[in-house]
């Protein structure tokens, strides 16, 4: 993630704050203007914080927008600034969400371009001998490989799609309850399969209720055999089934080949279509 410069029209720290939190020039200037004052209208602001008139308007309908600026009912319209602790909140939020954006971004790019970097190189040091990686390096349609299931779920951008099974680990993560909600507020999809042995444990019952009332779509059935979470119709990752059924740690297969990820899509529609909806 890269950080923002502040500009040149900044006034004192504060601005040059709000700029590298993301705030554009006139908007760092016009919040900081209000948070030193109780209330102010718009022509004061665009005098107190040299901003033009015919630009005051609209840079305030944004700080609103973003829940960094409040507007009173009174006529001039007057305008009130947020606790800088709740908007530095908003603004270290929208950061992180971009960083999570930047890091699909990146794993995308390395799905696209790391193949053909490897079959580059391997072609170059042909010398008679096979390639032992080929699996792993050839073809342009998807791969499968080994992988962590740790974060993945975060690169999601408008869809998850899960099943969960014992011993349900890191269910109630208060970090994914907030990338569940700021994902489906903006129009996405979150579902969950949960093995019903979820039913006879309270606390991950009262866990569970946590994902729904941040949107999570949830149901609850006997069929879950694995751990898997697919995201965004594109790539999904599997636990392989090892000795021990109640340790969720072991190998994690990763898959982005397209016919694969389909597969994987359907079989969730089937297992999803009777399951019981889950209610806390």
Known sequence: MSLTVPSVLAEGPAERALESLGLPPYAARVYAALA??????????????????????????????QGLVTKGPAKPAVFHAVDPL???????????????????????????????????????RRAGRRDTKSADTSGDSGRITMARMEHWRDYAMHSVLATARPPFEGLGD????RRVRTLTRSGGTVRCIYHSDLLDD????????????????????????????????????????GADRASATGPVLMIDLPPAVEELAESFTRLWDHATPFAA
């Open 36 to 65: 030193r004052v109780a209330q102010a209208t718009a022509a004061e602001l665009s005098e107190e914080a040299r901003v033009p008139r015919q630009r005051v308007y609209d840079v305030l309908e944004s700080l609103i927008d």
């Open 86 to 124: 709740d908007a530095s909140a908003v603004l270290l939020g929208a950061q992180r969400e971009n960083l999570v954006r930047l890091e699909s971004i990146a794993a995308d790019l390395v799905a696209d371009l790391r193949r053909a970097w490897q079959c580059a190189r391997a072609a170059a």
């Open 174 to 177: 208060p970090d994914w309850i």
């Open 202 to 241: 309270p606390a991950l019952v009262r866990q569970a209720a946590a994902y729904a009332a941040a949107g999570e779509e949830a149901r609850i059935t006997d069929g879950v055999e694995t751990r898997m979470i697919l995201t965004d119709s594109a790539r999904a990752l599997l636990t392989l089934p």
